[in-house]
């Protein structure tokens, strides 16, 4: 290969030179920065100060050109303050040296809040659940309607600034929502589930049949199919009556919870056995705090009678009951002979699932 003498060099970078000039040259913009880049405003008798808006432009040691380009809908000055004249469109820009920012403006005639409501008045959930509330105004356009919302327990209930709640521990709070000088409130419960087994049942046995009340924590159950199913939390598994063996029985049917301690009882839930029919209702009784006679379930307890609940023989769902907030240390379900669902092809008692909460 032939050297490149020094005469050669010079040329070459002469050329190369001549080549860059050809290119043309890029110009480096800075767009006004604006703190808004949408904005809504209103106009009415009851706009007050929401016609008008103060934008701001940066950096600020820059200058800046402000148009409208609808001023009969909102107008501009140059120091950035726009004014809303008529409903309608428009777009603000500002302008610098070298660029410029459009902020898109709706200006809507505005309507005044009257009032509104929460779409629950409760809710009744566990820790860590987390729900939603929904303001709904009225009249149903209104422009604005700013929530200031507060929780009266933040150990039992949160809320965030966007009305989302989240139970964060076991109890009850006032969540209420405020605006232009009206209140709306809701009561959340925050419960537990209590993990019934068989040492919550006192004295299991039988429903003896030569005695004509029962006796025992429960009338009765075969053996395969025993009460504490109702409390493993599988549907497919059931408490059965007795229907083979020295005794077959009968209604009435019932069983005994000692919840180990005073719970204020808000919800319960019964399941029945899959596809099987049996009872359609049940008598709810509740024994506070006291000394007890196990061994007399009818008259060793002061049961409270909190009334008489229907339940759906036809359903394989779970049955979900609002309790009213009854405070107890026992409890006891009592399955009359009128209980007997007319479908039931015998006199057993079956069910799946049971349930109660509370805190």
Known sequence: MKKMNGIGLVLAFVTLMTGCAEYSKFDITEKPFVDKTSVELYVGEHAGKRSQIQLTSSPSDRKYTWTSLAPDVASVDQNGLVTAHIEGYTVITVVSENDRTDINVRVLEFVPLVDFTLDRSEYSGVVQDMFLLLAMPEPSNASVMDIQWTSSNEKVAHVFSNGLVKITGVGESIITARTNGITRTITVFSKLKFQITSANIPNEGIYAPSVQT?????????????????????????????????????????????????????????????????????????CPDVDVDQSDPLNGYPWELQGEYTFDPQTNNEQWYKMPNVEARYITLYFDPKHKDSAATNNYIQLAEFGIYGY
């Open 214 to 286: 029962p006796t025992w924590g429960y009338s009765s159950q075969q053996a395969a199919y025993p009460l504490t199913n109702l409390f493993d939390g599988n549907p497919a598994s059931f408490w059965h009556g007795a229907y083979s063996g020295s005794y077959v029985s009968n209604y009435p049917h019932w069983f005994i919870v000692d919840l180990r301690r005073t719970v204020i009882i808000t919800d319960m839930m019964i399941q029945r056995r899959q596809n099987f029919v049996s009872c359609n209702g049940f008598y709810f009784y509740v």
